[in-house]
């Protein structure tokens, strides 16, 4: 008779435990936080990126598995579960709306990536974000020239790509429209204004540079003439110009910048090619 009544109390305590379970199961389903297109955030409203534009953005940065992907104000978390899904590259999605965070981390484990797309809450204009090579962003117009200092002090040939809004007077280098949806693109490009020693072979020339942002001008002295350069190209960190020395002969330069110093080849119209380094006085 005791051994009875124990075991059908021992069928309650688990048939009460189950229940205990399953309830608690159904309220944690109930309150999973589904986000809503035109919800408010801090500085936006959430409203998410096609998935073609975000394929597309991606593909404009020409994201590779050697790349870290930031996305600035991540929302649900698709643009970097992308690059780490399809591009299988390291993403980090940063966003202030702690519901959105946790939403992004289950949705990056329900697609497989958890190990390679992470999700933090931050401030955009409080987190250092400069170890990334490419950062996505959908932000206001406002916001992007908030953040465009900052980005402009990232590495030279970091790649960032914006979705609907530009960067005012800082013109990007491509522009791609899918159904009426535009894609911003720009190649961060080193800081090169200034004057520069080069040294070329037995010739020492000094350049000055105008810089806006990619745009270059500049000239270089000759003697007492100072010469304007010629089709002059700042691509991130690759720089190229060209200029008509004294004796009517086109003289060609590329090469790479490195902080503050250069080092390339220069070409002679009618000669072969030399090496040149460049000092910013």
Known sequence: MKSTTLARRAVVVLAFAAFAATAAAQAQKKEEF?????????????VPTPEDLVERMLRMAQTTPNDFVIDLGSGDG???????????????????????????????????VAGKARFVKADIFETDFSQASVITMYLLPGLNLKLRPKLLDMKPGTRIVSHQFNMDDWQPDEVTNIDGRRAY??????????????????????????????????????????????DAKLTGDKISFAFVD???????????????????????????????TATKR
């Open 34 to 46: 589904t986000p809503q297109v035109g919800q408010a955030g801090k500085d936006v409203i959430w």
């Open 78 to 112: 698709r643009i970097a579960i992308a690059a780490a899904k399809k591009f299988n590259a390291r993403a980090m999605g940063i966003e202030y709306n702690p519901d959105m965070v946790e939403v992004s981390n289950r949705n990056a484990s329900k697609e497989g």
């Open 185 to 230: 693109f720009w190649l961060i490009p080193a800081k090169v204004a200034g004057t520069w020693r080069f040294q070329s072979g037995p010739d020492a020339l000094d350049v000055t540079l105008e810089q806006k942002y990619q745009t270059l001008e500049g000239t270089v002295k000759l003697g007492t003439v100072n010469a304007g350069l010629r």
């Open 246 to 276: 004294q004796g009517g002969l086109r003289r060609d330069f590329t090469g790479k910048v490195n902080g503050n110093t250069m080092d390339g080849t220069m070409k002679l119209e009618t000669g072969p090619e030399s090496r040149w």
